[in-house]
């Protein structure tokens, strides 16, 4: 997706991730995140249309981000695109 089409900026992140879809755990590393999604490289690959809750662990912040509703918009050789259910200021 171009730049000018973001509605929100992101910001290159590189934060633990850990997405449950279905009873299953998923491990990633957030890349980029903006206020209503986050780009997110993992060894499983997951599906455009997979629901999953996301929890993200960063070291720089002293709360984590947890239970973030999301949906895969994009998938690609680099990672998915997820899309949260609700902005992150919400």
């Known amino acids: 997706m171009d730049k000018e089409n ?3 900026a992101r ?4 934060a633990r991730a ?4 279905r009873g299953s ?3 990633g590393e957030v890349v980029d995140l903006s206020m209503n999604g986050a780009f997110v490289t993992s060894a499983m690959q997951m599906e455009v249309g997979d629901l999953v809750t996301v929890t993200i662990f960063h070291t720089l912040t002293p709360q984590i981000l947890r239970d973030l509703k999301a949906k895969v918009v994009r998938v690609t050789d680099l990672g998915m695109g997820l899309q949260f259910e609700k902005l992150l200021i919400d």
Request: proline share 0%.
């Open 25 to 27: 755990i998923v491990v």
């Open 11 to 14: 910001r290159t992140l590189h």
């Open 6 to 8: 973001r509605t929100y």
């Open 18 to 21: 850990l997405m449950h879809k």
